[in-house]
């Protein structure tokens, strides 16, 4: 069985940036085209192996949805695999797997993702599928009322199932409050239930458009022979006029809100969101960037403060992380997940008293210097990684444009990450990890009336 | 620098496939077949009529393979493209030696970073991370494996495999740390209570395995790790973290030389010792169902039996046949009936798991509780009938087409590589391995793999746990029946 609890990697948001560019690396930096229907494509070249990665991102997520029809953009992204003009059902989701290619898709609260991973020698196939499924989607009744089963299914094993990610639900939909980003990608229930066919194609005619799409080309090809074969099959499909997306409020700081949840199952945890701007909202980029340190520096690295932290000999907590969502369109959360150690007797209450003193910390102490430095030359080293996974290059590139922050600046925030100061972060905690801007969540377990 | 965890949705398919990818191959040469032409007409995928008949090209590998003057196994394949190295040992060194003791291996592999001399857990952790180094552990049933990831410059190079080399040669075992990661298990063991498909995972080895060394969970029970010692721990790394029960798997930027000076100096820091022997193979289990009862939404259904061990000679049989079941993600028996013409489930897959003796062969799914009883006896249903009737030829050639095609997704990255190089070495198998099994997968007949597939799985012999809740039950509702049988067309190679 694998160990993960124990062994969970150091750095997890601020340090998951992608090398486009690794510096010492052969490979050319992103390149680029747009079509005359509006499609943008995105190319970084790597000829290792005769394997490319494809990504189609369109730029509809959850958080395009309106009110009362939370889960739609995730439903179409399923239904798409029932099937287009030139391939049925079958044919669609079995073809790729039968060519040897890894090829799935994903739902986000700002995209809708298809991709493939598979032989350099049939990305026109992969291409040729992306583009017929882009106008000539089938979207059949049966298929529908089917899926929709499919889907639900989904939602019970990924969240009903789960205490956890139902408290998670709860916890964003409070935290975001009335920003579209309040609603679970994979939608509510009751909203499954009444989800029509019909929706589903006008939301299909409203957003998959070659102008709404950003295309993703990672591995061993150049940009002569892709554009090409993106001419060649995207060329002649026809943009349309898109509907401006409704302007999504800021946070800003609304103030303290907190919640309790109590459900069996559910074990004794601390959750705090903060609301924070992403990179895209941030009026100042380096605020977004000091903050995605701020998991590594409290929770995430080996000398973080609260990992430190101590009630009597023993260790505080139990369970930590943090994350904070750096791409997204809309402004975000920076949120903390804690089990206070239980055989120490360290309440709820003691957890979150710990938690801001730590915060406290990092606003009224400047960070050292080590630490800094030790942050970021895993920063550097993490780059070089990257390189060493197609798909992981090719989703650094998607989001990064799907939530309006163009790829190309990647190699100039990372830069701007490694000569961020201490000052910085010690500026960007105090304004932004405020009682004004949290939500705080306490969970516990329900007991049973009869136990 | 994208946080998508939070909201990520996918469907099934990306991690089964990696599976069938670990076991991969070499270029495919397949006759042309009649039917092809026919199968082109049903749709008009341009590029698909205008693909060659050849099989993708591959990323060569060129393996390389050496033992230690203490006797590890080394392989290593030269990546110079990336100015950065991975490093993987591998040690006879899993919960299957446990012995009495279930959970000594997993603790003892926790506990390899916690304290080297000098250095505690920080500090070792700081070494790593101030070097950009990444060092990982993990522990399972046969195996128990170390790695590190670095960049290949000499000044990160060296500090990082002097720190690896200790950690892994010669941990101190400080007391404290011992009994914090107790409390981590201990906790663990908590959490997976409120999990139904830990549970019944749990039970199903318990009951396939009976007193063989798999039967237990790696992690061991809250009884048995309690009173484990740290003398226990001490001489489990000595006696499995030998030189001559480990695996040296090596990729990256460097040269024959320098990858030699690599797994000497890591073979030199290990204790001195042989190889552990191998676990005795399991006897049969006793058929039957058991149920756990509890009060989740999605009913958790496993059906499994013994399998095979890895170096059995029907696997490139068993894991074609395997994959037209329910190996792949789209398009397999169990997954066309159950989810695409029921909607019963989110996916099914099968698995046969081939280890150092008998792996378990696995149907895992959910479904919802009041079906239950009748998704249970169709899985069972479509498992009998293919036994019967073996794949169709148009199966079996679908599955030789996709095996070619995916394989060079097997080699892209230096972390699929070392996964691969730390296989062949710890279950010993040829260099050639990975042609080998394409070869042999490639010349498969309908009916070897269903002679296989019958060598190894009875229907009626099937050992099988359910976890939900307990409600009544409703009749499954009748499959839509759009499938009709329609060739995919793609062309042969």
Redesign the interface.
Known sequence: ???T???R???A?AT???ALT?A???HTSLQGFRLDNGLQVYLHEDH????ISAQLWYHVG?SHEPEGHSGLT?ALE?LI?EGT???????Y???L?????????????DATVFYQ??????L??A???MA?SMQNATLGE??F??????IK??R???V??S?MALA?ERI?ALAYGHSPYAT???GYRQYLEDLSLATLRVWYQTWYHPNNATLVIVGDTTLEALQALVER?FGTLSPAPLRSRDPVPPSDAPGERRLVIAQ??L?ERLVMAFNTPS?FTAGNTEDALAL?LVPQLLSE???ARLRKHRTGSA?TF??LRA?????QQGDSLL?LIA?P???QHVSLEDAEASIWEAIESLQYVRVDEHEL??AK??????R??A????AAQG??IG??AV?GVPPER?ED?RQALQNLTALRLQQAAQHYLTRDRVTVAYLRNEEKPNE | ???????????P??GI??MALAMAFSPAQADTKAENSAARQ???????A??DG?A????QLNIQSWNTAEGARVLFVE?R????FDLRVTFAAGSSQDGDTPGLA?LT??MLNEGVAGKD??AI??GF??????F??????DMAVATL???SAAD?REPALKLFAEVVGRPTFPEDALK??K??VL??F??EK?N?GKLAGKALFANLYGNHPYAH???GTAQSIAPISLEQLRAFHARAYTAGNAVIALVGDLSRDEAQAVAAQVSAALPKGPALSKPQQPEAPKPGITHIDF????THLMLAELGIDRNDPDWPALSMGNQILGG????TRLM?EV????????GVYSAFSPMQVRGPFMINL???AELSEGTLKLVQDILADYLKTGPTQQELD?AK?????????S?????SIVGQLGAIGFYDLPLTWLEDFMQQSQSLTVDQVKAALNKHLAADKLVIVTAGPKVPQKPLPAP?D??AE?P???PEH
């Open positions: 069985m694998p160990f609890y124990l062994r990697a150091a750095a948001i998951s940036c992608l690794a010492a690396s052969p290792r192996a005769p394997i959850s995730h399923h695999f003009r030139k391939l049925t059902a079958d044919q989701k079995t073809l797997a039968r060519l040897g290619s890894e090829a799935n898709a994903f739902t986000t609260a991973t598979l032989p350099a020698s049939r026109e196939i291409l040729e599928v017929d049966a298929d009322a089917r899926e929709l089963q499919v299914a989904e019970r094993t990924e009903e199932d205490p998670m964003h679970p990608v994979i099959h069996a199952g074990g990179l995605s690295g080996v000398n260790p139990q369970y994350e904070y969502t750096l791409v949120t089990v150690n239980s055989e430095r030790r030359a895993r920063q550097l080293a993490e070089v990684f390189a060493d996974d197609l989703r650094a989001s990064h939530s990647l925030d | 620098m994208s946080n998508r965890s939070a909201s990520r949705y996918t469907l398919g990306s496939i990696l049903t749709n008009t995928l341009q590029s698909l205008e693909l050849k993708p090209s591959r990323r990546a493209e990336l100015p950065m997993t592999n926790a857990v920080t952790a700081q991370e101030g070097l950009g180094a990444d990982g552990n993990g522990s399972y049933r990831r670095s960049l990160k914090r990661i409390n981590q906790a663990g908590e959490y409120q139904p969970p790696s992690d009060p989740s939404k999605q792949g993600a789209f398009g066309t989810r695409e013409k029921r909607g019963l489930t989110y959910q479904t919802r679908d087409r996709e095996l070619a095609g995916s394989f060079p997704l080699n892209a990255s230096n972390s839509t759009k499938l329609q995919l067309g793609v």
